[in-house]
């Protein structure tokens, strides 16, 4: 997150400063939102490729190797 605060800080600095406080929280709630959604993109895509593999038996291979 400090990395977007800095991004945020940056480009406010190159705009007027009667657009800064408007830019800063749709930038914000941009890359708020666009996160979430990444999050819950990969949660999906992570979810359907564990029940792809776990029919052939290789996520209760991954894990049994694990814990040895």
């Not at 992570?46 to 894990?63: K, Q």
Request: glycine fraction near 2%; charged fraction near 35%; charge should be positive.
């Amino acid at each position: 997150m400090n990395l977007i605060k800095r991004y945020i800080q940056a480009v406010k600095i190159e705009l007027p400063s009667s657009q800064r406080e408007d830019t800063r929280r749709e930038l914000q709630s941009t890359i708020r939102e666009e996160l979430e959604a990444l999050h819950e993109y990969a949660e999906a895509v992570w979810t359907r490729m564990l029940s792809n593999l776990e029919p052939r038996g290789f996520v209760r291979n991954i894990f049994c190797r694990s814990k040895e």
